[in-house]
């Protein structure tokens, strides 16, 4: 009977809330945190710290172990085939002064927020509270679904390394299931899981591990890159179309979904709470790492194009397959067992970095409290490492990469948007205190040039539409720079030549969004919904009962006259 009783007042309690969504959700929607709350109050509900036992070699290692291996293996291939030809390359340097430019945003909020939560924590302190959210249920999206699509690549490289020849050949087919989800891998689920109990013991024991593989990761990609340049031909690079088959058109296609391999780098910054160092660590290990990565991928796509004509390139294990086509049937099984190796060092990174932007969620109350908890002795966030990781399995049993890998790119190239609008508005309003509205107005006309001149590409309109709006984002942009005055940071790393990398930052990922499919939208749209309706229906009550109630705010209900001060929250 009691209960019985309990539940009913439960449930009565979460009907009345529901009742007060529309005024709880004026209140909490745009509520930020400063980042001295960030750094002390919110970090206090993980119960323990987490422990600072990172420098800026695991840093770098970190960064280039979880970036190498998750495109150049996984993405390469189908790029090649489909979107860019032989300049593939190109679209890789295309993605890699994308990525870099993000990674500059990310850097300086990284200094001066140095808080696990990443994307979520900068664009909270800056936006508000639903922005937030919605990044950070974005980057973990992509996290879960680019560790699932790598887990199954590693079967596909395993293969080749003990001599089979078929990528598939220790995956399950169910014929009862829909095409795409009916290849069961089970070698895929064991890997997650092993890695996920690794996870939970140490990061410092996780980051020895990954240094120790990246840098026979880093020898293995040595090898590949001078056997494709001794061993290749440049008429490789020309035959049946030329380099560039597919037109320009083809390289920026082909570069929205190799964006996923800098994925990487971002789960760096969710480091932060674990660096000796941070404001000297961070910006060598996430710039450091891009640009490293960047010169690496270019020089692998390159040799794979050398060995072999780009219609002749496999969709799975492509780097495999090219050494067996050119007759070293043996360097395909060391390829396999490299690039399984290196797979596995960029999903310990990788899943790092899911759990620390799951935890700092926790420590929001945006979900469950109980995933927030720091293990006291271990210092990792156990529960959050053990949730993703089941989940990770579970999509990794049955998805293939293919039906995935645009949503990915999208959800990725979204949060990074986000983060480079929000420096700038950090920079120009937050801390040189100039008005709200002449940045919200240049961040609202550099959007909508670069959509425009995004959708006018699409849609192959005439170069004069093209050259006008492009024009127009460098005008606007001038003007902003001139007008609005900029107050730099001495004491801290700040990004140079503001706002022009964090504007170009903005255009290049607005546009890589609008090359990827309609379908990948579509999807994109119903999680969007999904998680919109989670926050309405929980997060904000969770997070006004816990920032609201506990601070001393307390709203009129019917058995309540008495209204309590309110607490000291910043509204944008």
Known sequence: MATTATNTICFSNYLYSLSQTPQRL???????????????QVRQRSGADMKRKLKWHDLMALGVGGMLGVGVFVTTGDVALEKSGPSVFISYIIAGISALLSSLCYTEFSVQIPVAGGAFSYLRVTFGEFVGYFAGANILLAYVLSNAGVARTFTEYL????????????????????????????????????????????????????????????????????????????????????????????????????????????????????IQNPSKSLPVGIVGSVLIVSAIYCLMALSLCLMVPYKEISKDASFSMAFQRIGWKWAGNVVGAGASLGLVASLIVAMLGQARYLCVLG?????????????????????????LGLCTATIALFTELTIVMDMISLGTLLVFYLVANALIYRKYVMISRNPPSHTFLYLFLLSSCAIGFSISWKLKLQLWSLLLLGGSMIIITALFHYMVPCLRQDTQWSVPFMPWPAAMSVFLNVFLMTTLKALAFQRFGIWACLITLFYVLYGVHSTYQGEEFEMGVNEVNPNSLTLQPKVDIQVV
């Open 363 to 387: 420590r929001a109350r945006l979900v469950p409290s109980w995933l927030a908890q720091v293990h006291p002795s271990r210092g990792t966030p156990l529960n959050a490492t053990l949730f």
């Open 159 to 274: 293969s080749y390394t003990f001599g089979l020849h078929s990528p598939k050949s220790w995956r399950v087919k169910v014929d009862g299931l829909v095409e795409g989800y009916n290849m069961l891998d089970f070698p895929a689920v064991a890997l997650i899981l092993l890695l996920t109990l690794c996870l939970c013991r140490s990061t410092k024991e996780s980051s020895i591990l990954n240094l120790i593989m990246t840098v026979f990761h880093v020898v293995f990609f040595g090898f590949i890159i001078i056997a494709g340049f001794f061993h290749g031909s440049a008429n490789n690079l020309v035959k049946e179309g030329g380099l560039t088959p597919f037109g320009v058109r083809g390289l920026f296609d082909g570069a929205a979904i190799v964006y996923i391999s800098y994925i990487g780098y971002d789960s760096v910054s969710t480091m932060a709470e674990e």
């Open 26 to 40: 004026r209140k909490r929607m745009l509520a930020t945190w400063t980042p001295d709350q960030e750094l002390n």
